[in-house]
């Protein structure tokens, strides 16, 4: 399909070409292209009324819903800017990155619980006060928004996930999030008349592409609660997954038929016995290699037996120096939020993302970080190759590997799971003799200890630091 070239905001594009075919879904309630133009508007009306101006902050505390793919576009069409933050974030670790990011208006659903007021940072007296909430309405009074559609003006932002560090706040504008789209899809067919599922995060930089390719496309997004997730996932052509909610779908779908098509795969390593299984209920399963900074995906391919995360896709370049990965193009974003300024990434052409690779038979394949490298008895430990013969078990689903402190070695490597049984001392006396025959001694796991309910992401990265800070507590 040939690329689309947008003179104006994408849903008004669509609502032109395409205005009675259905853009958005959520339950029974559909609306079509036209509708969807038209109440965009009217609460982009609703918003400028309450005070919202061009190149404002606003903070969407929420999980995914229908009411927040109406913010989003709203406050783009308003002008402002818009940055999702995760509704299960503690009080302390979201009066940070409030704080962190100064912003002037936040919306989170009535009845979530959340108690913005009681944040500590936004006390009422303090010298810097709550921002105001958002109502998500139409105007009392109709009037025209004045704000032309500028592919280039700053959209979106979207916190980094802060697995080695605290979290950045990565800006996107239009034009970087539709050609992270434009790329995927030249290779991972997404037609008009498919439908993808909003099944990650908009608060995640995974979750936000599927915005843009569906924008870009001029196709359907399917919104479902987390309880429905299973049910609409049955429903749909498109969705991105980590492999154990495909694994689920499977099982719970066996000799069903489905609609699904076509799965990006990401979270995890993926067994090609899953990936054979989707092949036989006639799902294709694709994986890759992304990150905020470039508006999710960089490298992809049809998932196969290899480790390799496929080819780099149009719109980006990416090279290797001293084995880390440098990437640039027209997916890479205008630069880190702070200070109500944004900071390009760093002054040189290339951005440096701490990744570390190589390229097999013109496939890249990711080794591991440089941050999370330790020493232990003069070697170098890299977790992410431990984690990967870990995963390769058939009773672990997540693996991390993290240092603790040893008097003789200086640092030993320790295992924590998520397990698809008891981690029991016979798991655990199963995992060492696996461990035994598949690594080297000094990156063998001195010990076993099952992933905390409270540091489970559900598919997005787990904060390496926050494991660490928890290890530590367990000594």
């Avoid at 694994?247 to 799965?263: D, P, T, Y």
Wanted: hydrophobic share 40%; glycine share 8%; aromatic share 8%.
């Amino acid at each position: 399909m040939a690329d689309v070239t947008f003179s104006t905001w994408p849903w008004q594009h669509w609502a032109k070409e395409r205005p009675s075919a259905v853009a958005l879904s959520f339950g029974e309630q559909q609306f079509s292209w036209a509708e969807l133009a038209e109440r965009t508007d009217e609460y982009a009306q609703g918003l400028v009324e309450q005070g919202l101006k061009r190149d404002q902050l606003v903070a969407v505390v929420a999980p995914n819903s229908v009411s927040v793919i109406w913010l989003l576009l709203a406050i783009l069409r308003a002008g402002a800017r818009y940055v999702g933050l995760n509704p299960r974030l503690s009080q302390q670790e979201l009066s940070n990155q409030l704080a962190q990011l100064e912003c002037d208006f936040v919306w989170y659903p009535a009845k979530s619980g959340i108690a913005l007021d009681s944040v500590q940072g936004y006390e009422p007296d303090s010298k810097q006060a709550l921002p105001p909430r958002l109502q998500l309405l139409p105007p009392q009074t109709p009037r025209m928004v004045p704000v032309t559609w500028q592919a280039s003006r700053a959209a979106t932002m979207t916190m980094t996930s802060g697995s080695t560090g605290n979290p950045k706040a990565v800006v996107h504008n239009a034009q970087s999030h539709l050609a992270s789209a434009a790329g995927l899809l030249q290779w991972m067919s997404f037609d008009a008349e498919d439908s993808w599922l909003l099944s990650l995060p908009l608060f995640h930089i995974s979750g936000m592409a599927i915005v843009w390719r569906w924008l870009y496309r001029g196709a359907k997004l399917v919104v479902a609660s987390s309880q429905g997730l299973d049910v609409a996932l049955g429903k749909v052509t498109h969705a991105s997954l980590v492999p154990t909610q495909l694994q689920r779908l499977l099982e719970n779908n066996r000799g069903a038929s489905l609609s699904l098509k076509r799965v990006l795969l990401g979270g995890a390593a993926i067994p090609v016995s899953l990936t054979e299984c989707a092949k036989q209920a006639g799902i294709e399963c694709w994986c890759g290699y992304g990150m905020t900074e470039m508006a999710s995906t960089v490298t992809v391919k049809p998932a196969d037996g290899s480790a390799g995360v496929g080819a780099v896709l149009p719109n980006r370049e990416l090279t290797l120096k001293d084995g880390e990965v440098l990437v640039k193009g027209k997916t890479l974003g205008m630069g880190y939020y702070r200070n109500r300024t944004i900071f390009p990434f760093s002054d040189q052409e290339w951005f440096a993302t701490k990744d570390l690779a190589d390229w097999q038979d013109e496939e890249l394949f990711i080794r591991g970080r440089k941050d999370n490298m330790f020493i232990s008895g003069g070697e170098n430990i890299q977790p992410e190759e431990v984690e990967k013969v870990l995963l390769a078990h058939p009773a672990v689903q997540q693996a991390f590997i993290l240092p603790t402190d040893d008097a003789e070695y200086g640092q030993r490597p320790v295992a924590v799971l998520t397990t698809s049984c008891e981690l029991d001392k016979t798991l655990v006396d199963n995992l060492t003799h696996y461990m035994r025959q598949q690594v080297m001694g000094l990156r063998r796991p001195v010990c076993y200890l099952p992933l905390p309910d409270h540091l489970a992401t559900g598919g997005i990265k787990t904060s390496r630091k926050q494991l660490a800070l928890w290890l530590v507590k367990q000594q």
